[in-house]
């Protein structure tokens, strides 16, 4: 496997499950990221791990929880959503420890996820 | 606060024809850097250019150009005879130090037709 690979690729899921969604990098890098990508909405950041450490938190409802045991992965855990949570969800991971994102950040393709 | 602006949200070509994507953007940071993606309808952001504040040089990648002008604070995307797997939404996005993160344009969605 190269670059950034995530899974599954498609989920769907009722508003009581819990599920958690996986990405991993194979590119050495030491920052990674989730963005929310919902329909006619931009690109919305929701967490950046640096060096495994989170260093952003961009005002993400609780049921959205993630983690990262290594610098190559990182999960998503979902739990209690709801419909409006429905939307494209994409890691990314980049060279810069700091997770400042000045350096490129290369995208996994995704999970569309949606709600029932 | 960084902000970027595609103020395009579609555009429709017919194939071979040259089309520009606008990128105008904003920061008080003196150094910070560009990028354009491009996200086909597979979902996954493809890298396909990061510029540094200092280097105005315009760049050519084959049929792709890119127009840096800080006097106009623009980042424009050239695709010169476009083709139909150009279509695509394309993204351009900002990031400093001083930021801390990237925000993201909106996109805009070319479809190049047959």
């Known amino acids: 496997e190269t670059g950034v690979t995530q899974t599954p690729r498609h989920l769907v899921m009722g508003m009581t499950n819990k599920k958690s969604l996986k990405c991993e990098q194979h590119?050495?890098?030491?920052?990674m990221y989730w963005y929310k990508q919902s329909a006619k909405k931009p690109l919305e950041l929701m967490f950046v791990y640096s060096l495994e450490e989170r260093v952003e938190n961009n005002s993400v409802p609780s049921r959205f929880s993630p983690e990262c045991p290594n610098s190559s992965h990182l999960f998503l855990h979902l739990h209690t959503l709801q419909p409006e949570d429905s939307a494209l969800y994409l890691c990314?991971?980049?060279?810069?420890?700091?997770?400042?994102?000045?350096?490129?950040?290369?995208f996994g393709p995704g999970t569309r996820l949606t709600v029932l | 606060a960084q902000k970027v602006t595609q103020a395009q949200t579609e555009i429709s070509v017919v194939e071979k024809e040259d089309v520009t994507l606008d990128c105008v953007y904003e920061?008080?940071?003196?150094?910070?850097?560009l990028f354009w993606y491009k996200q086909p309808p597979s979902g996954e952001l493809v890298f396909l250019i990061r510029r540094n504040s200092f280097d105005e040089q315009n760049e050519i990648s084959g049929r792709y150009s890119w127009n840096f002008q800080k006097s106009t604070s623009s980042f424009n995307f050239t695709i010169t005879a476009s083709q139909v797997v150009d279509s695509a939404v394309y993204f351009c996005a900002l990031s400093s130090s001083r930021a801390g993160k990237s925000t993201f344009g909106d996109g805009t969605t070319l479809t190049v037709k047959p």
């Open positions: 590119l050495g890098h030491n920052a």
């Open positions: 920061t008080r940071d003196t150094t910070y850097y």
């Open positions: 990314a991971s980049s060279q810069d420890p700091g997770g400042t994102s000045t350096d490129t950040q290369y």
